[in-house]
Every structure is written in structure tokens, then in C-alpha cells.
């Protein structure tokens, strides 16, 4: 059996993305720009967005060069008219907004918890889960009439803790429980929620991470390597798809075996 070579428009297989609308917040770096990449190669019209908006336009600028079609916006995902006005302008568009990556993250000082400073906790919470809640109680009314998908990168450090970055664990740990509970409230209205967590990927915030802290990481890792940032956006581009249509509210861990058992 062949597999089907032209797009498809019921959103399974090639081009299973056609014409959909697509925001991605963090989409002018690392899982956030593979991502908007991916999207965009499989059919979808994706607002890069991001804080970064020399970034954003430059990723914009590689889709258009490859054919797809991409917005450039500021956003910043820690103000909630920002993050308002950039959703209404995604719903605005051809088709409405139908698929949603909230990648936007930080990692936050390194220390240990009686020595991380309430400031710096804060400002970590404050991306990390106040902005995917920002993105989330705008995305998911701009979705509800029409259907729609949400996929939240969190983290391993969900799962395991991750020494050093207690305010990120904890954001993580939120952003799956934001998740679940919208997966919840939104099914009988079409909008699927999901969250991925994955663990070590080669991107510019891990290679910020303190020597050592990387090598540490990927000695656990049975697969012995971090994870491209491409197949991360492959997993969520399937989330996204409806080839992934009975999956709501589930979290995706993508780490090369790192929490095997
Ligand atoms: N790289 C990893 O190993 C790894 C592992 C697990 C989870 N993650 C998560 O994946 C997501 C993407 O991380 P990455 O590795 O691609 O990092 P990255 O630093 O390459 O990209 C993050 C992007 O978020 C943007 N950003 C930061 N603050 C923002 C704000 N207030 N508003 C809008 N945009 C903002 C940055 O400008 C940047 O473009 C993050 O949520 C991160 O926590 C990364």
C-alpha cells in the first residue's frame, strides 16, 4: 500500500496541516522556531511570536524562503494585553486560530532553593506559567467555536525535579496542571490540550546551561545524545494534527529514555 502524496484536506497524513492558523510563542529560537518550521512545512499559516522580534522576523523570513507562509509579532508573554492582542490577531486571520504551541520559556538563575531569591522565582514563574496561562485563557475562546489545538512545552523537570532550577521545575509542574484542567473544561467545545516535556534539546537555552549541568544531564540519558529541536516539533506537529484526534490532556515526554525505569 502507498501512502497518499497529495495534501490531504481532513487534517491526517501530508499537508495535514493545509491552511490552518498557527501561533507559536518562543518561535523565534530553538523548539519554538522548529516548530513554527514544521508547521509551516506541513501546510500551516504560522504568527512567530516572540519577545525576540529581530528573532521572530528571521524565522518568519526561512519559512517564507521555503515556501511556507509566516507572520513575525512581538510578544511577550508575561503581559496579558501583549499576549490579547497578538491571539485576536491570529483568530482575525483566514480560518482562525486553530493550533497554539506556548514554547516561550526562561531558565532562570542557577542555585539551590533556600538560596534562589523570591525575585528571581518569580520572574521565572512568571514566563513560564503565567505566560502559558496568559496564552491559554486567550487561546482557548479564540478555539472554541471552531475547534482547535493546544500544546504546551513543559519539561522532564516536571516529572524529576531539576537540581538548581526549582522555580522552573515548579512553573513545569504548573503548566501540566494548566493543561489537564483546560483539556477538561474545553473538550465538549473541540479544543484539544496537551503538554510535551521533553528532556536535554540542543537549543540555545541548553547550551546557557552551567558546564557540566548538560553532560551531567546526558549521562542519564540511555539514548546518550539531547534531542534535536526538529524532533521535537515533529511530535508536536503530530499533536497538532488529527492524527492525534483522541488525544487530550496527556503529557508527551520526549527524552531519549532519560526517565525510564
Ligand atoms: N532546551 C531544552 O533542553 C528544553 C528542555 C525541556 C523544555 N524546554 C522548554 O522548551 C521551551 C523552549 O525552549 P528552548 O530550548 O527552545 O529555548 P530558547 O531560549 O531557544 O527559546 C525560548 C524563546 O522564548 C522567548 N521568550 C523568553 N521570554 C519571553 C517572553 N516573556 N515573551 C515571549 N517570548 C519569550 C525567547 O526570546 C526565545 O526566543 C521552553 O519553555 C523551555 O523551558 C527546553
Known sequence: MSLPT??????????RLSGRVALVTGGASGIGAA?????????????????????ANRVAEEIAT??????????????????????????GLDGGLRIAVNSA??????APLDRLAPDDFDAVMRVNLHGVFHAMRCELPAMADSGGVIVNIASIA??????????????????????????????GQGVRVLSVSPGLVDTP???ALPPGAADGLLASVPLRRPARAAEVAALVAF?????????????????GGYLAK
Not at 509579532?73 to 501583549?82: F, L, Y
Not at 526549582?166 to 512553573?171: D, I, S, V
Not at 489537564?180 to 473538550?187: C, D, G, S
Open 6 to 15: 497529495q495534501p490531504s484536506d481532513n487534517g491526517t497524513g501530508p499537508g
Open 35 to 55: 516548530c513554527a518550521g514544521r508547521l509551516a512545512e506541513e501546510g500551516a499559516v504560522v504568527v512567530v511570536a516572540d519577545l525576540d522580534e529581530i528573532g
Open 66 to 91: 521555503a515556501g511556507g507562509d509566516a507572520l513575525p509579532r512581538r510578544i511577550d508573554v508575561t503581559d496579558p494585553d501583549s499576549v490579547a492582542r497578538v491571539v485576536s490577531e491570529a483568530a
Open 105 to 110: 520559556g526562561i531558565n532562570g538563575p542557577l
Open 158 to 187: 516536571a516529572h524529576s525535579g531539576f537540581t538548581g532550577h526549582a522555580a522552573y521545575a515548579a512553573a513545569k509542574q504548573g503548566v501540566l496542571a494548566l493543561t489537564r484542567t483546560a483539556a477538561r473544561e474545553y473538550a
Open 205 to 207: 537555552m541548553a547550551a
Open 239 to 255: 499533536l497538532a494534527s488529527d492524527d492525534a484526534a483522541y488525544l487530550t490532556g496527556s503529557d508527551h515526554v520526549i527524552d
